[in-house]
Nanobody, 127 residues
C-alpha cells in the first residue's frame, strides 16, 4: 500500500509560479514511476508529467513543456511539480499518482495505468 498526499496548491496570478509536492508513505516509493495529472471543472483528468522510479526519465505534456518540471527525491519519498509561467488554463485540481509496477520501463499517460492516487490539490490561476 502507498498513501499519497499533495500540497502546495493555491491561488496565483498569471505568470506566477507554484511548486506542488506529493509525499508518499511506504518503503517501496523508490520502485514506482510517478505521475502528475490535473482535472479542470467539467473536463477529463489529463496527464501533466511523469517520472521514472529513479528519476532518470521524465515526460511532460505538450501543454506544459518548458513551463513545468517534474522531479523526485527518493530519500524524502516525495515527488515535485515545479510550475512556472502559469496561465489561467492551468487552473485545475492536481493529483499525483503511482504506478505500482516495480521499476516500470514505461511512463504512462493514461490515468487508468496508475494504481495509487492522492486526494488532489487545487491550483487557481487568475488573469
Amino acid at each position: 500500500q502507498l498513501q499519497l498526499v499533495e500540497s502546495g496548491g493555491g491561488l496565483v496570478q498569471a505568470g506566477g509560479s507554484l511548486r506542488l509536492s506529493c509525499a508518499a508513505s511506504g518503503r517501496t516509493f523508490s520502485s514506482y514511476a510517478m505521475g502528475w495529472f490535473r482535472q479542470a471543472p467539467g473536463k477529463e483528468r489529463d496527464f501533466v508529467a511523469g517520472i521514472s522510479s529513479r528519476g532518470a526519465r521524465t515526460s511532460h505534456a505538450d501543454s506544459v513543456k518548458g513551463r513545468f518540471t517534474i522531479s523526485r527525491d527518493n530519500a524524502k519519498n516525495t515527488v515535485y511539480l515545479q510550475m512556472n509561467s502559469l496561465k489561467p488554463e492551468d487552473t485545475a485540481v492536481y493529483y499525483c499518482a503511482a504506478d505500482d509496477t516495480y521499476y516500470s520501463l514505461t511512463l504512462w499517460t493514461e490515468d487508468y495505468r496508475y494504481d495509487y492516487w492522492g486526494q488532489g490539490t487545487q491550483v487557481t490561476v487568475s488573469s
